[in-house]
């Protein structure tokens, strides 16, 4: 890893983080090994400290729509163990959703942009040194604070903006957002990507990035192999089922690739869907609970949902969909029961009928492609 100077957005300077694979840490990264640390600069990667310090720093200079160090959180109880969390001011404060029609639409200059953004909100640029990017469509990422932020760390990764690629998943951003995951030491530190219609805010392409310092059961979930050729499960003992991809560490340009035909899929028949990369155990492995050597790619497909849409608790997108869940106001925090969480986020989803349907039309579609290559 080194950070040095460079040219940013519109010519500001900007530092640029440089990795390579070597600086991927894939053993070892389990919850025990997390709760044996009091300090989290003891267990903090480089980029971690890079990146969290840089955060701060942020913070302390007032850049945020407000400030944020730390949230009052409880775990529901029942089996999924929702992370609850109390972020009033999120749900006054964040950049009201702009007004979308289709999830394929295309980029407007007109619209807020992340061209438009305050220089002083961008934390550095990211570039690999040993990857090559699999269309070259970019040759860095910009990382930038979340202005209204659901957590510690929250970030979003940029692909050169310059580009104005609007917000459809490509293979390139999908290889970055698993290897941001593979840079960090933090278990609890996830990416996520919300489509047109799943509550993406702005429509200019970009993940989020944010430390959760809690467990999820979305990590060690039993899933059903749909196609174990391309390691794409189904995520089906969860009450948000959906699709699962994983991988060991290795291969994830195909990874990424093969992610990018399913939400392309789903980009052509116009259905919204959300993304939550973790680290995970593998799907393969029955009765899997603490090792998380690998990292699971979740998609979901679900209902659009355009324009402004303010549920009282809460909105259903990548976060809650993995089961965590920032409330907007403190009686919904103190009182919702995991029955009342799964019986919102189901109006979000598909029928049963609906979804059986969708699992294979999916997977064959997925197969021929392989196959095809």
Same mark, same amino acid.
Request: charged share 25%; proline share 4%; hydrophobic share 40%.
């Given at each position: ?6 040219s ?5 300077? *900007? @530092?640029e ?11 070892? &990264? ?13 267990f ?30 409880? &775990? ?6 929702? *992370?609850?969390?109390l ?12 007004d ?21 909100? %961008?934390l550095?640029e ?6 090559m990017?699999i ?10 604070i979340?202005?209204?932020?659901? =957590? ?7 692909? =050169?903006p ?5 917000? %459809? ?6 290889l970055?957002?698993? =290897? ?21 805010? *702005?429509?200019?392409l970009?993940?989020?990035g ?8 979305? @990590? ?5 192999p ?9 995520l089906?003992d969860?009450?948000?089922p ?34 939550? %990369?973790?680290?995970?155990c ?7 609970? =603490? ?7 979740? &998609? ?25 869940l920032p ?8 009182n ?5 969480v ?14 059986t &349907?969708?699992?294979?039309e999916l ?6 492609r392989?196959?095809?290559?």
């Amino acid at each position: 890893m080194e950070l040095k100077g460079n040219s940013g957005l519109n010519g500001t300077a *900007v @530092e640029e983080y440089e990795y390579s694979d070597a600086d991927f840490i894939i053993p070892g &990264i389990t919850w025990q090994k997390r709760r044996e640390y009091t300090d989290n600069q003891d267990f903090l990667s480089a980029f971690d400290k890079a990146m969290r310090i840089k955060w701060a720093d942020k913070m302390e200079q007032g850049l945020f729509r407000y400030p944020l160090w730390s949230l009052q959180t409880r &775990i529901l109880p029942g089996r999924v163990k929702y *992370v609850a969390q109390l972020n009033i001011e999120r749900g006054i404060e964040r950049r009201k959703p702009q007004d979308i029609r289709s999830i394929k639409e295309k980029f407007n200059s007109g619209r807020f942009n992340f061209s438009k953004i305050n220089s002083e909100e %961008i934390l550095f640029e990211m570039r690999s040194v040993d990857s090559m990017m699999i269309k070259g469509q970019h040759s860095r990422t910009l990382v930038v604070i979340n202005v209204s932020p659901l =957590e510690f760390g929250h970030v979003l990764f940029i692909p =050169e903006p310059s580009l104005c690629l609007n917000q %459809i998943l490509i293979p390139d951003l999908a290889l970055f957002g698993m =290897e941001s995951i593979l840079l960090s030491s933090h278990p609890g530190f996830r990416v996520g990507f919300n489509s047109l219609g799943g509550f993406a805010s *702005v429509n200019h392409l970009h993940l989020h990035g944010f430390y959760l310092d809690e467990e999820l059961l979305i @990590e060690s979930a039993s899933c059903k192999p749909l196609c174990r050729d391309i390691n794409f499960y189904l995520l089906a003992d969860f009450p948000a089922p959906g699709f699962c991809f994983y991988t060991d560490g290795t291969d994830l340009a195909s990874l990424a690739q093969g992610l990018c035909r399913a939400t392309d899929y789903f980009v052509d028949r116009n259905i919204a869907h959300n993304i939550f %990369i973790t680290r995970g155990c593998d799907p393969g492995h029955a009765g899997c609970t =603490e090792s998380r050597e690998g990292i699971r790619v979740i &998609i979901w497909a679900r209902k659009s949902c355009f324009g402004s849409k303010e549920e009282s608790a809460f909105n259903v997108a990548l976060c809650e969909l993995a089961g965590h869940l920032p409330f907007k106001n403190q009686e919904d925090f103190n009182n919702m029961t995991e029955e009342s969480v799964i019986g919102i986020i189901k109006e979000y989803l598909f029928s049963d009928e609906e979804f059986t &349907i969708l699992s294979m039309e999916l997977a064959e579609h997925l197969i021929s492609r392989t196959l095809s290559l």
